[in-house]
């Protein structure tokens, strides 16, 4: 009985590996397979410039000779053109690296956007009540009835309107980015605002304002925490989303530009090729987005799930 | 009953008038109409003649007010890359697009439905299984993936289908349908299977919940030891009881099926205002995209309007509810 040791406070990586989110995960083979996807889709977008055989932007690496040569195990496929390559002799494989690369950070960037302007709405919207709580909640009420796709295509014009027609790419990124940002705010807005009204009426938020800490200091540090766990899901199922919206705008072209493309915009170039018998072109983009929106999906399910109370 | 018809009204109202205001704005601020519409030659002296002839020079006020009027009456100004009038346009195109909408929606739920019956009853049949991993699949993959496949599958390997347009189209007064020809019917089945896959797989997911639901409850187990046959007990009494919800959704969905149609219609290249409304964002031709937004959102609207309406008329419990007095 002396003998009985002295339990130690385990490490972070010890408490994460015996945790219930990591039985729920080793449980299910989909969501490991799905997991695995995304790492190694993650990996190769941002290893990218090692891992290809081309800069895909950069004209002076581009043969026209080069052009149209089908996927290497076909009968006319040439090294290293592992997927073939398109009309300006670009490799395919590179395009797709670097256009996941695209699509990924505008997709991030985006949910980024959307959540921190949708917590901090919801935050307050929750915290102050009255007359600022019904504005904000009736204006994502009317957003809501909206698809967010018509209302990124609406602030895509009229912001190119605003700026001109012919953006370079990198700002092209950023109004993508703030497109996609307004139009997903009203999810993470209206979780949060929920929460923050069961929690404000706890004790400990009590405590908070009795010691005298400011609104600001109790919404962030105290209350925000514990409306984390819904919002996470939220964040990874809109990840998918919006991946998903800036596809569709490149393709719909009011998105990235041929100079600087998404998988969405090496679709839309595709497409121009599909009559043509080179599927090549297409099939391979249209693939790596698949995969990349179906793991993700597969990701956000499971998170879910493992972080709902009631199914356990 | 009355008094909530017209709070509802009411509410829409107040919508549409925030709805007009951010339309006018874009019509008005997002870029100088008068730069879109005339040619880079064009004197000052004569730039301030089209302004003043356009009314630009008034106070913003009055100006929304004219819009607003204008848009009442389905007035919205002139397209800057057609030279024409904007409600010509959206007339012109307008059935195109509520053809392939409403196809969709039939398509949708009709299949949507039956699926969903199916993968409830037989919920552990390999089938069944099968049906819930294509809707999965369904949901990930986006509108012009799958609009593309099905042109790679049937128009170019197969030759089978059409890959674009309308085909023959024959004319009621000024509208326009495609279903009374082949060739109309044939280019209308790819892209309102586009349309509708989303629409069905989500009905798909709910007539399966609400029917696994439904079966759980007390009047079906009394139902079955009345000894009624299976088939009277599952469609005569639980799939009543499933469809209410399943209506509201598939009526709610119709204004975002109208929405979705945008990327549909440039896939097939389909002359109805989603590809009008995609050839004005890349143009900016703003009259073009405020008008659209008014168009589109009125439907909504309106949809959503009439859904609550019926939905309270259907379901005697929510009646209750609303009769209360908060």
């Given at each position: 009985m002396t003998d009985a040791p002295i339990p130690r406070t385990p490490s972070l990586l010890a408490r994460a590996i015996d945790s219930d989110i990591f039985y729920s995960f080793r449980r299910s083979k989909l969501t490991m397979v799905a997991a695995a996807i995304v790492f190694v889709l993650l990996m190769m977008a941002l290893f990218a410039p090692v891992l290809v055989v081309q800069n895909p932007f950069d004209p002076a690496q581009l043969e026209l000779i080069n052009s149209r040569i089908s996927p290497l195990w076909t009968a006319e496929g040439q090294r290293p053109f592992l997927l073939g390559t398109d009309e300006q002799g670009r490799?395919?494989?590179?395009?797709?690296?670097?256009?996941?690369?695209?699509?990924?950070?505008?997709?991030?960037?985006?949910?980024?956007f959307a959540a921190v302007l949708g917590i901090g709405l919801g935050l307050i919207a929750g915290y102050v009540g009255g007359a600022v709580d019904s504005l904000?909640?009736?204006?994502?009420?009317?957003?809501?009835?909206?698809?967010?796709?018509?209302?990124?295509?609406?602030?895509?014009?009229?912001v190119k309107s605003a700026l001109g027609n012919h953006?370079?790419?990198?700002?092209?990124?950023?109004?993508?980015?703030?497109?996609?940002?307004?139009s997903f705010w009203v999810q993470y807005a209206r979780t949060v605002r929920g929460s923050v009204m069961v929690e404000k009426n706890k004790d400990?938020?009590?405590?908070?304002?009795?010691?005298?800490?400011?609104a600001r200091v109790i919404m962030i540090r105290h209350v925000l925490p514990n409306t984390m766990g819904p919002i996470l899901v939220i964040a990874t199922i809109n990840l998918a989303l919006a991946i998903i919206t800036e596809a569709t705008l490149s393709f719909l072209g009011s998105g990235m530009p041929d100079t600087m493309p998404s998988l969405g915009t090496l679709i839309r170039i595709g497409n121009n090729y599909l009559f043509s018998g080179e599927w090549w072109v297409i099939a391979f983009p249209g693939l790596a987005l698949a995969s990349l929106i179906l793991s993700i999906n597969l990701l956000g399910d499971w998170l879910r799930d493992a972080l709902n109370p009631k199914l356990q | 009953m009355l008094a909530f018809i017209l709070r509802r009204a009411l509410q829409s109202i107040g919508v549409m008038i925030a709805v007009g205001i951010i339309a006018f704005t874009m019509f008005r601020f997002a870029g100088d109409p008068v730069n879109q519409m005339v040619a880079i030659d064009t004197t000052p002296a004569?730039?301030?003649?089209?302004?003043?002839?356009?009314?630009?020079?008034?106070?913003?006020?009055?100006?929304?007010?004219?819009?607003?009027?204008?848009?009442?009456?389905?007035?919205f100004g002139v397209s800057y890359q057609f030279r024409q009038p904007v409600s010509a346009l959206l007339k012109e195109r307008m059935p195109a697009t509520l053809e392939l909408a409403t196809c969709a929606t039939v398509i949708a739920m009709v299949f949507g439905i039956l699926m969903g019956i199916y993968s409830a009853l037989r919920k552990d049949s390999f089938f069944a299984k099968v049906l819930q991993a294509v809707s999965l699949i369904g949901i990930s993959l986006p509108t012009f993936l799958i609009g593309i496949l099905l042109i790679y599958l049937f128009a170019v390997t197969l030759g089978w289908l059409p890959s674009f347009g309308r085909g023959d189209v024959v004319k009621f007064g000024w509208w326009t349908t495609g279903l009374l020809t082949i060739s109309g019917l044939k280019a209308l089945i790819m892209p309102?299977?586009?349309?509708?896959?989303?629409?069905?797989?989500?009905?798909?997911?709910?007539?399966?919940?609400?029917?696994?639901?439904v079966l759980r409850t007390d009047y079906i187990r009394f139902a079955r030891a009345r000894g009624l046959t299976t088939r009277a007990i599952h469609f005569g009494h639980a799939l009543k009881n499933t469809l209410v919800p399943v209506i509201?959704?598939?009526?709610?969905?119709?204004?975002?099926?109208?929405?979705?149609?945008?990327?549909?219609?440039?896939?097939?290249?389909?002359?109805?205002?989603?590809?009008?409304?995609?050839?004005?964002?890349?143009?900016?031709?703003?009259?073009?995209?405020?008008?659209y937004l008014l168009v589109v959102s009125l439907i909504f609207v309106t949809i959503n309007l009439i859904v609550d309406i019926l939905y309270t008329v259907v379901d005697p419990r929510l009646r209750a509810t609303i009769n209360r007095p908060a």
């Amino acid at each position: 009985m002396t003998d009985a040791p002295i339990p130690r406070t385990p490490s972070l990586l010890a408490r994460a590996i015996d945790s219930d989110i990591f039985y729920s995960f080793r449980r299910s083979k989909l969501t490991m397979v799905a997991a695995a996807i995304v790492f190694v889709l993650l990996m190769m977008a941002l290893f990218a410039p090692v891992l290809v055989v081309q800069n895909p932007f950069d004209p002076a690496q581009l043969e026209l000779i080069n052009s149209r040569i089908s996927p290497l195990w076909t009968a006319e496929g040439q090294r290293p053109f592992l997927l073939g390559t398109d009309e300006q002799g670009r490799d395919i494989y590179s395009a797709i690296l670097y256009g996941m690369r695209i699509s990924l950070v505008v997709g991030v960037l985006g949910v980024s956007f959307a959540a921190v302007l949708g917590i901090g709405l919801g935050l307050i919207a929750g915290y102050v009540g009255g007359a600022v709580d019904s504005l904000i909640m009736r204006i994502a009420d009317v957003q809501l009835t909206f698809p967010a796709i018509l209302i990124a295509l609406l602030i895509d014009g009229v912001v190119k309107s605003a700026l001109g027609n012919h953006l370079d790419a990198s700002t092209t990124l950023i109004v993508l980015v703030v497109a996609i940002g307004l139009s997903f705010w009203v999810q993470y807005a209206r979780t949060v605002r929920g929460s923050v009204m069961v929690e404000k009426n706890k004790d400990y938020v009590a405590a908070a304002q009795l010691i005298g800490l400011p609104a600001r200091v109790i919404m962030i540090r105290h209350v925000l925490p514990n409306t984390m766990g819904p919002i996470l899901v939220i964040a990874t199922i809109n990840l998918a989303l919006a991946i998903i919206t800036e596809a569709t705008l490149s393709f719909l072209g009011s998105g990235m530009p041929d100079t600087m493309p998404s998988l969405g915009t090496l679709i839309r170039i595709g497409n121009n090729y599909l009559f043509s018998g080179e599927w090549w072109v297409i099939a391979f983009p249209g693939l790596a987005l698949a995969s990349l929106i179906l793991s993700i999906n597969l990701l956000g399910d499971w998170l879910r799930d493992a972080l709902n109370p009631k199914l356990q | 009953m009355l008094a909530f018809i017209l709070r509802r009204a009411l509410q829409s109202i107040g919508v549409m008038i925030a709805v007009g205001i951010i339309a006018f704005t874009m019509f008005r601020f997002a870029g100088d109409p008068v730069n879109q519409m005339v040619a880079i030659d064009t004197t000052p002296a004569q730039r301030a003649e089209v302004r003043a002839s356009l009314g630009l020079d008034d106070p913003v006020p009055v100006q929304f007010a004219r819009y607003f009027i204008n848009a009442v009456q389905f007035k919205f100004g002139v397209s800057y890359q057609f030279r024409q009038p904007v409600s010509a346009l959206l007339k012109e195109r307008m059935p195109a697009t509520l053809e392939l909408a409403t196809c969709a929606t039939v398509i949708a739920m009709v299949f949507g439905i039956l699926m969903g019956i199916y993968s409830a009853l037989r919920k552990d049949s390999f089938f069944a299984k099968v049906l819930q991993a294509v809707s999965l699949i369904g949901i990930s993959l986006p509108t012009f993936l799958i609009g593309i496949l099905l042109i790679y599958l049937f128009a170019v390997t197969l030759g089978w289908l059409p890959s674009f347009g309308r085909g023959d189209v024959v004319k009621f007064g000024w509208w326009t349908t495609g279903l009374l020809t082949i060739s109309g019917l044939k280019a209308l089945i790819m892209p309102s299977v586009t349309l509708g896959l989303f629409q069905m797989t989500l009905i798909m997911r709910l007539v399966r919940a609400e029917m696994l639901e439904v079966l759980r409850t007390d009047y079906i187990r009394f139902a079955r030891a009345r000894g009624l046959t299976t088939r009277a007990i599952h469609f005569g009494h639980a799939l009543k009881n499933t469809l209410v919800p399943v209506i509201t959704v598939a009526g709610l969905q119709f204004g975002s099926v109208i929405a979705f149609a945008i990327i549909t219609e440039t896939v097939f290249q389909w002359p109805g205002m989603g590809l009008l409304f995609v050839q004005a964002v890349q143009n900016v031709d703003i009259p073009i995209m405020a008008a659209y937004l008014l168009v589109v959102s009125l439907i909504f609207v309106t949809i959503n309007l009439i859904v609550d309406i019926l939905y309270t008329v259907v379901d005697p419990r929510l009646r209750a509810t609303i009769n209360r007095p908060a």
